[in-house]
């Protein structure tokens, strides 16, 4: 009966919208520490920077770019919670639906340097092991703590974020191959980020 123990990522982020950045880092990290699974779990209202769209438009965007790979699913927990979208909470509720499981959890270079700010941090280091990729443009700064398990994984460079996206959106450039087809088609549909073309 000697059961494996699910090993399980965690990828938060705004995906506002997601591209091929956050793919190849949670494809990067699932081969690296054999994870069986990846969970995109989209923000709510994120507590550091207004999202351009709603949760909805981001949710979905999201389950599009991630629906061909049978190890990526993405959860609604953090959009269906009301308010202000925590680390911890993210994490004690995949905990609780995955109670056997060990549990990664992915972030840029960007993110993780932010991680002594994060809100109840003492109470975040056991839920997981973090592991932080490297990202272009951003040099990665570990937090000086014995109490966190820290991974790092130098990944493929794509010097791509949602905010370089939404701006060439904006000014009618292409964002083929930086995002996933059906997240171009999806934003020309809705013409978010003032795409009119
Ligand atoms: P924005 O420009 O709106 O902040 P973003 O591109 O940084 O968007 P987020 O949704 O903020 O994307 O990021 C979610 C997670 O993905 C964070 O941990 C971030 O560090 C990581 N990430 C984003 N882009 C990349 C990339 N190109 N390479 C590696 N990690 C990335
Ligand atoms: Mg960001």
């Known amino acids: 009966m ?25 494809s990067e990290v699932a081969d690296a520490f054999q994870l069986d699974e990846v969970i995109f779990v989209p923000t709510g209202v994120p ?3 207004k999202a351009v769209s709603s949760a909805e438009h981001r949710y979905l965007m999201t389950v599009i770019a991630t629906a061909a790979n049978p190890s990526f699913t993405v959860s609604r927990v ?7 979208t925590y680390t ?7 905990a609780k ?29 056991p839920l997981a092991t973090f592991v932080a990729v490297s990202r272009p443009g951003h040099v990665l700064e570990l937090p000086d703590t014995e109490q966190a398990a820290i991974e790092v994984l130098e990944v ?42």
């Open 97 to 125: 639906t995955y109670p056997n499981a060990d549990l990664f959890f992915i972030s840029g270079a960007d993110a993780i340097a932010q991680i002594l700010v994060w809100k109840d941090i003492e109470k975040i280091w």
């Open 88 to 94: 911890i909470d993210t994490l004690e509720e995949v």
């Open 47 to 49: 507590w550091h920077k």
């Open 2 to 26: 000697n059961q494996k123990r699910p090993r399980i990522g965690v990828m938060g982020g705004t995906f506002d919208p997601i591209h091929n950045g956050h793919l190849v880092a949670a």
């Open 156 to 197: 493929p460079a794509l010097a791509i974020s949602s905010t370089a996206v939404r701006a060439r959106v904006t000014a009618g450039k292409p964002i083929w191959y930086l995002v996933p087809d059906g997240v171009v088609q999806y934003i020309a549909k809705h013409e978010l980020y003032g795409a009119d073309n």
């Open 78 to 84: 953090d959009v269906d919670r009301p308010g202000v």
